[in-house]
């Protein structure tokens, strides 16, 4: 027996509706993060990832109230991300009953403030998003810097280093997804996720471009995750949660069945 | 007649919000409270003492709250005390954390650091012990009543205690080394893992809690 490997959905939401998508509720719920939450958790996940997309400050109101409503519904870790900009925004996603947060453009701007939330609700809690891109030419050692803004802007930082300094500062987990396979369902950046797992001490989550379940075998076993995200192929039912973990087992990956 | 409490003591570190939610699904006949006044605590049939964070922090806002004195009250009243993650750390003696930290000294051991070069047949481990591990109950006793042996647990930590009473481990967990994840003593149990977020594992052993006889 072992730590196991966690499979992750992970729900896109805009002012308290999950954004993809989602086949498998039927149409009354469609697209409510709370039972699409509760469903993922029937279904055996290991974890929830509720990544915020509203921008106006009457939609993170609502975040606030759905994140509370699955929390006492929902018995398993739940992450939230998207806006977490301050520790004041950390505590009201605590105390709404988010276990971790996710901080992704904040740290870049700031990186003291990893170190800050860090001091003051410990890393375990602590979540720091990271969407890197390959900027190497052909041919040359691989090199990959992360980008902000949905992969449009350059920040000129090498990810490797950043995921480095940023568990230095105290960030309990990284969650790196890859903005080149982001959506493509071609399997996550196998190199970049390597790369970071084994340049880090804390868990790395893999995320960007699952389209079938070997991807997220070889996540693990080649990309050297802890843990693997995904969000379209639960949501339009083209696998359930229990179908991903019995595939990864019978492929010799712990996993919590 | 008014229903039995379930206590929840909370000083300021961490989320509660979620083991009173769990507490609310499973123990309906009971009214749960969230609380850092000692009256209602005291008060309570029974008591969570849960705990997130640094040990240096959550030391200081116990002694701060008098928490100290009141835990080992409660647990010499007889009543059932279940200790949550820290909430467990801080009924040990002492822990490694920080430098070094004096604690409750409900449960005589020690609390350890895994070390950031723990590995396992050869793999190198994360630190912290992030997810889903297995408990082996060691040991049968009311809060395993209807949970399989080697169930999974919700862990995260980075420190792990190491009971000093061999006969007080009623469940261990192995991760680079074997710990002890599970301690009881009388009326009192403690869990290295998160119950709340342990799913229908989870559930299950905090409904037991809900209903364990310890004879008070």
């Not at chain 1, 719920?29 to 400050?57: C, M, W």
């Not at chain 1, 802890?226 to 973990?245: M, N």
């Not at chain 2, 570190?13 to 005291?42: C, F, T």
Request: net charge negative.
């Amino acid at each position: 027996m072992a730590l196991a490997k966690r499979i992750i959905p992970c729900l896109d939401v805009e002012n308290g509706r999950v954004v993809k998508g989602v086949q498998f509720v039927d149409i009354r719920d469609a697209g409510d993060p709370v039972e699409v939450s509760k469903r993922y958790n029937e279904q055996g996940a290991d974890e929830i990832t509720f990544l915020d997309i509203t921008a106006t400050h009457e939609g993170r109101d609502t975040t606030v109230h759905t994140v509370e409503k699955i929390a006492s519904e929902v018995f398993i870790p739940l992450t939230v991300g998207g806006g977490i900009r301050t520790v004041d925004d950390i505590r009201t996603m605590l105390n709404a009953g988010a276990d971790k947060v996710s901080i992704n453009s904040a740290a870049i701007f700031n990186p003291d403030f990893v170190k800050e939330a860090a001091d003051r609700f410990g890393s375990q809690c602590i979540v720091v998003a990271i969407d890197a891109k390959c900027v190497s030419a052909e041919g040359e050692p691989k090199r990959w810097e992360i980008f902000t803004h949905g992969g449009r802007k350059p920040t000129g930082i090498d990810a490797v280093e950043w995921a480095k300094k940023m568990t230095a500062f105290g960030a309990g987990e990284i969650l790196l997804t890859s903005m080149d396979q982001d959506g493509m369902k071609n399997g996550f950046d196998l190199n970049v996720t390597s790369a970071i797992s084994e340049a880090v001490h804390v868990p790395v989550i893999a995320s960007g471009g699952v389209g079938n379940l070997q991807h997220l075998v070889d996540g693990v076993k080649l990309g050297k995750a802890d843990a693997v995200l995904a969000a379209s192929i639960f949501h339009f039912g083209e696998y359930s949660v229990p179908e991903a973990k019995q595939y990864m087992r019978d492929q010799g990956v712990e996993v919590r069945l | 007649m008014s229903k039995a409490t379930i206590a929840v003591i909370d000083y300021g570190m961490g989320n509660l919000h979620s083991v009173a939610s769990a507490l609310e699904h499973v123990a309906p006949n009971h009214d749960i409270v969230v609380s850092s006044e000692v009256e209602v605590i005291a008060n309570a049939e029974r008591i969570i003492f849960p705990g997130v964070g640094a040990m240096r922090d959550c030391m200081a806002e116990i002694k701060r709250l008098n928490f100290h004195r009141l835990v080992p009250e409660l647990i010499a009243s007889g009543k059932p005390v279940l200790g949550i993650c820290v909430g467990m750390q801080a009924l040990m003696t002492h822990s490694e954390e920080n430098g070094g930290v004096e604690a409750i000294n409900q449960l005589p051991g020690e609390v350890k650091f895994f070390g950031e070069h723990l590995t396992e047949n050869g793999e190198r481990l994360k630190v912290p012990h992030m997810g889903w591990n297995t408990v082996s109950q060691t040991a049968d006793h009311p809060i395993w009543h209807g949970i399989e042996d080697n169930a999974h647990f919700y862990f995260v930590h980075s420190y792990y205690a190491k009971s000093e009473k061999k006969d007080l481990v009623i469940g261990s967990c192995q991760y680079g080394l074997e710990f002890d994840v599970v301690l009881a003593k009388d009326n009192l149990a403690a869990v290295q893992f998160h119950p709340e977020k342990s799913h229908s594992n989870g559930l299950q052993l905090l409904k037991n809690f809900s209903q364990w006889n310890t004879g008070a």
